[in-house]
């Protein structure tokens, strides 16, 4: 409602030609709107988690001025929409501020809100800055914490691998293991089409479709957390044995544009590397990502010719210079791994160059997973810029 409110006091400004509408006026107003008889509940509420809708807001209008400017990697986005009150994935956010305890029995007092039943799935290695209450699709809560954690860097190794990511097998590195796919999508698709068929057959707006649609959820929540905990698991014996992890830039976009849409979907390649890149630099480990239009699958690792692209159906094939036989995506994983090697000695002459520079080398911040609601201490944003002042 807040966050709803907000848009469209900032939108109706824009419209009408007025100057944007600042955080403080926007602040003002909330006060003024608890008011109002209709506003009236807004005061049953932390104020802090009524200022944090305000921050999301923000960070929404932030990310979509930075994208015009070109200022923020990735796809472009969009201007800030309004939020369904029907949306099945809610949330709110204490911080600090809110003065919200975990408590000495377990339980988690959150304030209007009373002591919530906690089932813990670890301890907190530190005081956390702010918890986020999740509720999902499938009706679920969680409680999301967000702490400030010291690096914590493995014993240094002198192995390094590449991988060759695919869909037949999930990876394949360049010492020729194969890691299998797990497709869970594909494991589960059997109950999912009879979730949609039991929710098809419902009348809407009724109570029974509503149950229905909460089944068909639980088993979407099965498939993406046996999917995150089976991805956490290779990545984490990855970066452990490796100090060093070569990959392809692979263009899933594109790729789930075409017929293998579901199975790209069902590998999640992106949460892969996401998951590797934040535990490397957690523990003192490195990712390198080679451009996505290296013939990989096209040169020789043995002698290096590249005799042209050849067909996805042709798997083992023989170079005809040295003669030498390749099974295609081992020999892939070989390529990634000496591309990989090229672009991270690039790379250290780089920064070799910048510090000779002084330029600042010290590592940055890791950031928050995606999942998580607005910002904590100690985030890193760019000198001179509050994250809640306007931009344009």
């Known amino acids: 409602m807040v966050f709803n409110d907000g848009l469209r006091i900032r939108e109706q ?20 709107a608890k ?25 929404a209008y932030r990310n979509f001025f930075r994208s015009l400017s ?21 949330s709110i956010r204490f911080t600090r501020n809110a003065n919200f305890k975990v408590l000495d029995t377990g339980r988690l007092r ?20 702010s918890v986020t209450v999740v509720k999902d699709s499938a009706g679920r809560y969680f409680a999301s ?16 691998v590449g991988l060759d990511l695919g869909l037949t097998a999930y990876a394949v590195d360049s010492r020729g293991r194969i890691i299998e796919n797990p497709r869970f999508f594909r494991r589960h698709e059997r109950r999912l089409k009879g979730a949609y068929r039991a929710l098809a057959r419902k009348e809407k ?36 044995e490796n100090q060093a992890i070569y990959l392809e830039d692979l263009a899933v976009l594109g790729l789930a544009r075409t017929w293998l849409a579901k ?48 067909a996805l159906s042709v798997r083992v094939w023989n170079c005809g210079s040295c003669g030498a036989t390749h099974d295609r995506d081992f020999n892939a994983a070989k390529n990634i791994l000496a591309a990989g090697r090229k672009l991270a000695a690039e790379t250290r002459r780089e920064a ?41």
């Open 35 to 59: 008011k109002l008889p209709d506003r009236q509940w807004l005061g049953e509420i932390s104020a802090v988690v009524l200022q944090q809708a305000l921050a999301d807001l923000n960070t």
């Open 70 to 90: 070109g200022r923020r990697a990735g796809r472009r986005v969009g201007p800030p929409r309004l939020r369904s009150k029907r949306g099945t994935r809610q």
């Open 263 to 310: 199975s790209v979907y069902d590998a999640a390649w992106g949460s892969f590397r996401r998951m590797l890149e934040s535990k490397a630099a957690r523990y003192g480990r490195h990712v390198y990502v080679i451009g996505r239009f290296e013939p990989t699958s096209q040169v020789c690792s043995a002698c290096g010719l590249n005799d042209g692209p050849k």
């Open 352 to 392: 070799e160059r910048l510090n000779a520079c002084g330029a600042q080398v010290r590592p940055g911040a890791i950031p928050a997973p995606r999942s998580e609601a607005g910002t904590h201490r100690g985030a890193a944003y760019p000198p001179g810029r509050n994250p809640l002042l306007k931009e344009g």
């Open 145 to 160: 914490f967000v702490v400030e954690v010291q690096a914590e860097e493995l014993p240094v190794v002198d192995e390094e």
């Open 205 to 240: 707006g009724s109570k029974n479709r509503a149950k229905a649609r909460v089944k068909l959820a639980r088993v979407h929540a099965r498939v993406a957390d046996s999917r995150r905990d089976w991805l956490h698991q290779e990545t984490t014996r990855l970066i452990r």
């Open 13 to 32: 400004a824009r419209l009408a030609g007025e100057p944007y509408v600042t955080d403080a006026e926007l602040s003002r107003w909330l006060t003024q």
């Open 110 to 129: 959150l304030p209007k809100v009373g002591d919530l039943e906690i089932r813990w799935s670890r301890e907190l290695p530190a005081e956390p800055s």
